[in-house]
């Protein structure tokens, strides 16, 4: 199965690659593959626009927006189409940008389950947020007890 990694690129410190990086290795010690966005900057996008696109935010507005539409239709494929689920960070960060709310909103419309992370309490995250999550966890920790449950149960099936 598939995992596609949501939380912050955009605010955090580290773009999101630390916490992506440690659930990766679990993920793929329970045999599934995971897309971390984080780690494809390139996506669909040329040289230059990789090179250059943060900066169009602020002196180029029309061609940022081309870009970073390019970029919202590539992770929205993933989600969408190509994800099997969805492991979400919800962070301080998270509710500054608006791509893991958009991810979130499509993974809940197209019942694809969304294991939501909290590094924050419940009660400080949106409602929209909690309605589009499969599960909450408070730590790493709980999901991957959930996970390595549910890979018994997937184990005792076949």
Not at 10 to 39: M, N
Not at 45 to 67: G, I, M
Not at 128 to 142: D, K, P, Q
Request: contains cysteine; negative net charge; hydrophobic residues 40%.
């Amino acid at each position: 199965m598939l995992a596609y990694l949501c939380g912050a690129i955009e605010y955090s410190p580290d773009h999101g690659k630390a916490w992506r990086a440690e659930i990766t290795l679990f993920l793929r010690e329970q045999g599934h593959e995971v897309y971390d966005p984080a780690l494809d900057e390139k996506k669909n996008l040329s040289d230059e626009e990789v090179r250059d696109f943060r900066k169009w935010k602020a002196t180029d507005l029309a061609r940022f927006q081309a870009t970073i539409r390019k970029i919202i239709d590539w992770d929205l494929e993933w989600v969408g189409r190509k994800s099997d689920f969805i492991v979400a960070y919800w962070d301080e960060y998270s509710g500054r940008g608006a791509g893991t709310q958009g991810e979130l909103t499509l993974a809940y419309s197209r019942g694809i389950p969304v294991y939501l992370v909290t590094a924050v309490p419940v009660a400080q995250i949106s409602g929209w947020i909690l309605g589009c999550a499969t599960e909450v966890f408070t730590s790493f920790e709980e999901l991957k007890h959930r996970l390595r449950a549910e890979q018994t149960l997937t184990a005792g099936r076949d």
